[in-house]
């Protein structure tokens, strides 16, 4: 099943002389459940595709459609109910409230929704993210991997149809790296989660199921990795042709 599809993507920045063609064209398709990892040099547009994904920025022509819904025609209030509801975003630097704790900071997006959390799942990702006796903690009572895991563990509370990470390994020592990278394709296999990943790092490159390179705002190659592809299908994932 296609979570993702996105056809004839454009975004354009200024006008005249400063105008600037951040991303050209873009056209391509994720499945429910694949792990994708979006590579490229500085200013290829990578990190732009992935603000529009996210619904952080809106794309000047083309379409951008998650879950069956087209987020370029959804206004303002509208796109941050659904990007609040389907999109789970990792940040590099983190992104936790300093005077919230670990708990709060996991559910304040189901609290800004006007939702109560679901304590199994808080449970279960404390666990799984090897947060459970870090509950009360603040962000500066915690190692930068800790605080990657709670910000996984945030992104993750309100099931959403797409996980965005936007350099997530790339403020963290090789070892806190490789601890993220683990967490997010454990997830993505055992819950069947869709994982999109923005990074500089050929060794979460070549964990992904599908690699595309953007250079200068297009897509000059998209590729699967075939063991990891083959692999994430036999566990019930579905793999794109």
């Not at 429910?32 to 022509?61: M, N, R």
């Not at 941050?80 to 630097?93: E, K």
């Not at 947060?131 to 009360?136: A, G, H, P, Q, S």
């Not at 709670?150 to 099931?159: C, E, Y």
């Amino acid at each position: 099943m296609k979570i993702l599809e996105i056809k004839n993507l454009c975004k354009v920045y200024g006008k005249g002389d400063t105008q600037v063609n951040a991303l050209k064209d873009v056209t391509f398709d994720v499945m429910q459940g694949e792990f994708v990892a979006i590579v490229g040099p500085s200013g290829s547009g990578k990190s732009t595709l992935l603000h529009i994904l996210g619904g952080v920025d809106k794309g000047t022509s083309g379409q951008v459609i998650i879950s069956g819904t087209e987020i370029n025609r959804l206004d303002e209030k509208e796109l941050a109910i659904f990007r609040r509801r389907q999109i789970g975003l990792i940040y590099q630097f983190y992104n936790l409230i300093p005077i919230l704790n670990v708990e709060e900071n996991m559910t304040l997006p189901i609290l800004l929704d006007g939702k109560k959390p679901d304590k199994k799942l808080l449970k279960d990702l404390l666990e799984k993210l090897g947060l459970k006796d870090r509950v009360k903690h603040l962000p500066n009572q915690l190692s930068g991997g800790q605080q990657q895991r709670v910000s996984i563990g945030r992104a993750l509370m309100n099931h959403p149809a797409l996980l965005l990470a936007d350099e997530p390994t790339g403020n963290l020592d090789s070892e806190n790296s490789k601890e993220i990278v683990s967490l997010l394709k454990k997830f993505n296999k055992e819950n069947n989660q869709t994982v999109i990943i923005i990074t500089h790092d050929e060794r979460i490159a070549l964990s992904a199921d599908r690699v595309i390179t953007i250079e200068d705002g297009r897509i000059t190659r998209d590729s699967k990795n075939p063991a990891e592809a083959e692999n994430h299908n036999e566990s019930g994932a579905e793999v794109s042709e």
